[in-house]
């Protein structure tokens, strides 16, 4: 089972990113897909979830109005679009896959990716 996040950068304050997704060697059907974050020197952070049947979507606080998960079923691929970024939206952003109904809690995730550094810098 493979979580391959990508689409990390360097972008400058008020510009956007796209992150992907792309799973493979199992069926996600049954999952929510994730996205995380870890600044240095802090905690991990919930960012967005989506539940692959379905399409149900999730949102911490900090994601709410400037980012928007969606999955594109045929090609096995959550994206995140990351729109007016602050440079405290720097960090590691990792995607990961759980059967929990409870997607905010990174803890019941059972798959994760490699991640991918996000970098919101002028």
């Known amino acids: 089972v493979q979580l391959q996040a990508s689409g990390g950068g360097l972008v400058q304050p008020g510009g956007s990113l796209r992150l992907s997704c792309a799973a493979s060697g199992h069926t996600f059907s049954d999952h929510a897909v994730g996205w995380f974050r870890q600044a240095p020197g802090k905690e991990r952070e919930f960012v967005a979830a989506?539940?692959?049947?379905?399409?149900?979507?999730f949102y911490g606080d900090s994601a709410k109005g400037r980012f928007t998960i969606s999955r594109d079923n045929a090609k096995s691929t959550v994206f995140l679009q990351m729109n007016s970024l602050k440079p405290e939206d720097t960090a590691v952003y990792y995607c990961?896959?759980?059967?929990?109904?409870?997607?905010?809690?990174?803890?019941?995730?059972?798959?994760w990716g490699q991640g991918t550094l996000v970098t919101v810098s002028s």
């Open positions: 989506i539940r692959w049947s379905g399409g149900d979507t």
């Open positions: 990961a896959a759980t059967l929990s109904d409870y997607v905010v809690r990174g803890d019941l995730y059972d798959y």
